[in-house]
């Protein structure tokens, strides 16, 4: 199967920095991208859609200018959480599109945790 | 009406059982339908896809469809310890059409040996 590798797999930080996780497709290219969050016990809640080559698509109730996408080729997207506080510790997630089909591969997932 | 529906569980089977693992969704125009395995602290894993009406089998887990009745299942044969974990139900392709993954809640399974 496909294979998406995220990085880093666990950062602590303190309240006010930035964090940047990468997500790569490893073996294919994919002109989508998924970053979903997870916290504990409950669903996967999808973020938003990335695009290579053009901007993210933000799901209701996600704020676009804290959570900043990137996805600037077929292998690598990158979500930053600007300005980090506590609440937005959580398990986050993405997924990588193949075209044919709409089949979704995901990493591993980054876990967060905002002192 | 949640737009894919699962029940929640959990499901306790004996080890070397068949669990079945079930799924219904409200858009009549999806077009593919997926099982994913979560293990607790970890990523989705996907098991199998499915596409049209029937069965899929790969291994020890088959995949049914039935696009009439809107409804998915996952079997799980000789069931192991090692399947306990959570079972998600996904499908796009509906009517919006955007590609994304549209989950269901998820069902516990649980393998007793």
């Known amino acids: 199967g496909a294979v998406v590798s995220q990085h880093p797999s666990r950062v602590i930080c303190k309240s006010g920095t930035s964090v940047k996780i990468e997500c790569r497709s490893l073996?294919?290219?994919?002109?989508?991208m998924f970053w979903y969050r997870q916290f504990p016990k409950q669903s996967l809640m999808l973020m938003a859609t990335?695009?290579?080559?053009?901007?993210?698509?933000?799901e209701q109730g996600v704020e676009k200018d804290k959570f900043l996408i990137n996805h600037a080729s077929l292998t690598l997207s990158t979500l930053t959480v600007t300005s980090a506080h506590p609440e937005d510790s959580s398990f986050y997630i993405c997924s990588a599109g193949l075209l044919a089909r709409e089949t979704q591969y995901f990493g591993p997932g980054t876990r967060l945790l905002v002192l | 009406q949640k737009e894919v529906e699962q029940n929640s569980g959990p499901l306790s089977v004996p080890e070397g059982a068949i669990a079945s693992l079930n799924c219904t969704y409200s858009?009549?125009?999806?077009?593919?339908f997926f099982w994913y395995r979560q293990y607790s602290g970890k990523s989705p894993e996907l098991i199998m896809f499915i596409y049209s009406n029937g069965d899929k089998e790969d291994g020890r887990f088959t995949a049914q469809l039935n696009k009439a009745s809107q409804y998915v299942s996952l079997l799980i044969r000789d069931s192991q310890p090692s399947d306990s974990a959570t079972y998600l139900c996904a499908v796009t392709g509906g009517s919006s059409n955007t590609g994304k993954l549209i989950f269901g809640q998820g069902t516990t399974l649980q393998v007793k040996p």
């Open positions: 073996d294919f290219q994919a002109t989508t």
């Open positions: 858009d009549r125009g999806s077009q593919s």
């Open positions: 990335s695009n290579e080559g053009s901007k993210a698509t933000y």
